[in-house]
Each structure stands twice: as C-alpha cells, then as structure tokens.
C-alpha cells in the first residue's frame, strides 16, 4: 500500500517522475548526508582540526552502498532521530 500519491502505481506518474522520485529516495538522501559529512571532514582537515588521513577515510568510505539501511532505519526508530 502506497503512503503517499507519488508512491502509487496509478497516479505516481501525475505528480512526480522516477528521476525525482529517486532523487528523494532514502538511498540518495543518505549519500546526499555522507557527502555533507565527507565534506565537512576535508574542511576541517584544511583548517587542520582534524588529521587529513580521518578526512580521507571519512571519504573514502562514504559509499551508500556501504551501509545497512534496515540497521540505520532500526536505529532511527529507536532514537528518533537520523
């Protein structure tokens, strides 16, 4: 069952397309948030409050794929919070 009318098979289509939907699904807004922190490490790095060799690691390990989403959505829903 849809939850939303962009969700649904009859009328996603009227409201949104599959590019946008993808682009608000919870796989991009998560790479959306690890490229954010990604970002802030190498910054940081810069100006040097962290080692540069953790903002590469930050980097280099910001890969969606990477993670869990079942486990991060369990540990949302346990803290209420992202």
Do not use: C
Not at 28 to 45: F, G
Not at 49 to 60: N, S, Y
Not at 65 to 74: E, P, R, V, W, Y
Request: charged content about 20%; hydrophobic content about 40%.
């Amino acid at each position: 069952m849809s939850g939303h009318v962009i969700d649904s098979e009859l009328f996603g289509n009227s409201y949104s397309t599959a590019q946008m939907r993808e682009v608000f699904s919870s796989r991009s807004v998560l790479q959306s948030w690890i490229d954010t922190e990604s970002a802030l490490a190498r910054a940081q790095a810069t100006l040097g409050l962290v080692p540069q060799e953790a903002a590469d690691d930050i980097t280099e390990r910001g890969v969606v794929d990477d993670f869990d989403l079942a486990s991060l959505a369990a540990g949302i829903k346990a803290t209420s919070h992202p």
